[in-house]
């Protein structure tokens, strides 16, 4: 009687190489994006038109972003941080280092240096959201939630330095909040770089030292 031969385990699918390429893929979507919101302009920029750029299916683009305000808020997101990896911003280098200095006045000066060192990839997209935002209810939303996050993320700073004791006396953490929400703005970097011509070192160097000023 023939011995029976155990079948063969199946191997377990291997799933890296698409992962990999589906990043690749959501890569390339988001500059392609990026790179016509900025050339056309957020109403005149299409789903298609990305889709078309990326030689991926307009269903895959819909897939990734779910919309368009959708494709316009993760391009921000990446601006902001640099790349599209799941690390939350409190846990970014940058932040993390930030925190851990001792000094005040060195701790607000890197920020200013930080927020001139991540401006032309940040401000160009944010005025699109914030232009768009005024015609249009989806960048209208997307802005209203950007403004919410950096919000949240200038109370999470006012009270690292309240708590560190690093406030100047009389200051509250709400006022250095409102301060910090003032000069690291969209609005400013646009009147001092874009309309008057400032190099993004002179604006970043001039943040930093008004945040010195007013809060220490």
Same mark, same amino acid.
């Given at each position: 009687?023939?011995?029976?031969?155990?079948?063969?385990?199946?191997?377990?699918?291997?799933?890296?190489?698409?992962?990999?390429?589906?990043?690749?893929?959501?890569?390339?979507?988001?500059?392609?994006?990026?790179?016509?919101?900025?050339?056309?302009?957020?109403?005149?920029?299409?789903?298609?038109?990305?889709?078309?750029?990326?030689?991926?299916?307009?269903?895959?683009?819909?897939?990734?972003?779910?919309?368009?305000?959708?494709?316009?808020?993760?391009?921000?997101?990446?601006?902001? $941080?640099? *790349?599209?990896?799941? &690390?939350?911003?409190?846990?970014? !280098?940058?932040?993390? /280092?930030?925190? +851990? #200095?001792?000094?005040?006045?060195?701790?607000?000066?890197?920020?200013?240096?930080?927020?001139?060192?991540?401006?032309?990839?940040?401000?160009?997209?944010?005025?699109? $959201?914030? *232009?768009?935002?005024? &015609?249009?209810?989806?960048?209208? !939303?997307?802005?209203? /939630?950007?403004? +919410? #996050?950096?919000?949240?993320?200038?109370?999470?700073?006012?009270?690292?330095?309240?708590?560190?004791?690093?406030?100047?006396?009389?200051?509250?953490?709400?006022?250095?909040?409102?301060?910090?929400?003032?000069?690291?703005?969209?609005?400013?970097?646009?009147?001092?770089?874009?309309?008057?011509?400032?190099?993004?070192?002179?604006?970043?160097?001039?943040?930093?030292?008004?945040?010195?000023?007013?809060?220490?």
């Amino acid at each position: 009687m023939p011995r029976k031969v155990k079948p063969e385990p199946k191997r377990a699918y291997d799933a890296s190489r698409r992962r990999l390429q589906a990043a690749q893929s959501r890569r390339s979507m988001l500059a392609a994006g990026r790179r016509l919101f900025l050339e056309h302009g957020y109403a005149n920029t299409t789903i298609p038109m990305v889709a078309a750029e990326t030689d991926v299916s307009v269903q895959t683009v819909y897939k990734a972003f779910e919309n368009k305000p959708g494709l316009l808020k993760a391009i921000v997101d990446v601006a902001i $941080v640099g *790349d599209d990896e799941p &690390v939350p911003l409190m846990e970014r !280098e940058f932040v993390q /280092r930030n925190m +851990a #200095e001792p000094d005040p006045r060195v701790k607000l000066l890197d920020y200013g240096a930080h927020l001139a060192e991540i401006a032309s990839r940040v401000q160009p997209i944010l005025l699109v $959201v914030r *232009d768009a935002g005024a &015609v249009d209810a989806g960048a209208a !939303e997307v802005w209203e /939630r950007l403004q +919410a #996050e950096r919000l949240t993320g200038m109370t999470y700073f006012a009270r690292h330095l309240q708590a560190e004791r690093h406030l100047r006396r009389g200051v509250t953490a709400v006022e250095a909040r409102d301060v910090l929400w003032t000069y690291n703005s969209v609005e400013v970097w646009d009147l001092l770089v874009r309309q008057r011509g400032w190099s993004t070192t002179r604006y970043g160097r001039w943040v930093g030292n008004q945040l010195v000023a007013a809060l220490l």
